[in-house]
């Protein structure tokens, strides 16, 4: 919740009795419901990057994690299977983390790898490498109309690639324009579009996402229990199998980062939601602690 300017006593006042009674109540749901989870082993802890380690950036290479982050996932990974489940590239995402002995997964779950990608082998899913050179045609065809979208940052990936229009001086306009672009020659060469936080995704029209991701890494490590945190549109599907997880008898916990665009579904099917990337870090720490 955003708090008057200070100075705005009365308002002050009830701002900060609302924050500690929302805070309590957090907090309070966050311990019965963690403590359930992370006391099976074995134990996951699936995380996403972008809005839920790191905060938002003007730019995917200016992203950083949040100060304190590295350190939890060292302490994490000696108590439980801890992976990191990005829409990045691989080595992207995992080049910004740079701690081994975590499992990577990366384009939404198109590439794996149980380690830094810098010193294990990748593995890739073998029916998405016929989307390469249909991924590479509509970035280059963006990227032919770069003079009239001012602010648009292509990010080429192995597979497809993320259009980001965060500082596009209309980003509702921008969106518009790419798609009216993109539609057309998408659908030519069987390749989906779809809408991230101020991002237009070109992606594999395999049936892949993370929800399925997840579930793969609940199986690799016969996981009885594991934690999913997230916050954007391709996080929900992760944040559904965690209720599926759960009715097959695993203990599964979902986290949701709210920020002010955050979508109300991923809010609706969240068992405990944090607010922004400091409350992610936060409730991380208390989750390390507990192990």
Not at 171 to 187: D, G, V
Request: aromatic letters at 4%; one cysteine or more; glycine letters at 8%.
């Amino acid at each position: 919740m955003a708090c008057p300017r200070p100075g705005a006593l009365p308002n002050m006042v009830q701002c900060i009795k609302a924050a500690v009674v929302l805070k309590e109540k957090i907090t309070g749901m966050s311990n019965e419901k963690i403590n359930t989870v992370l006391s099976q082993k074995p134990l996951g802890l699936v995380l996403d990057i972008d809005g839920t380690l790191s905060p938002i950036a003007p730019t995917p290479e200016e992203a950083r994690l949040y100060p304190g982050v590295v350190s939890l996932l060292e302490r994490a990974r000696d108590h439980a299977h801890v992976a990191i489940m990005t829409g990045r590239a691989i080595e992207n995402g995992a080049a910004m983390v740079n701690v081994d002995g975590l499992t990577y997964i990366g384009t939404h779950g198109l590439e794996w790898c149980d380690g830094l990608p810098t010193l294990h082998p990748v593995e890739i899913l073998p029916e998405a490498l016929a989307y390469v050179e249909p991924g590479k045609y509509l970035l280059d065809l963006v990227e032919q109309h770069l003079p009239a979208l001012p602010g648009v940052i292509v990010q080429r990936k192995r597979f497809g690639g993320s259009l980001h229009y965060r500082l596009s001086p209309d980003p509702e306009y921008t969106r518009q324009k790419i798609w009216s672009i993109l539609e057309e020659p998408a659908r030519q060469v069987n390749m989906s579009l779809s809408d991230g936080k101020r991002i237009v995704e070109v992606r594999v029209p395999l049936k892949v996402d993370k929800g399925q991701a997840l579930r793969s890494f609940v199986q690799h490590f016969g996981l009885r229990g594991v934690v999913f945190a997230g916050d954007d549109r391709t996080d929900l599907d992760a944040v559904l199998e965690i209720a599926r997880l759960r009715q097959e008898g695993i203990a599964a916990l979902a986290i949701v980062v709210q920020h002010p665009d955050t979508l109300r579904e991923m809010l609706a099917n969240a068992d405990i939601v944090v607010q922004g990337v400091e409350g992610m870090a936060n409730l991380l720490r208390e989750m390390v602690d507990l192990l």
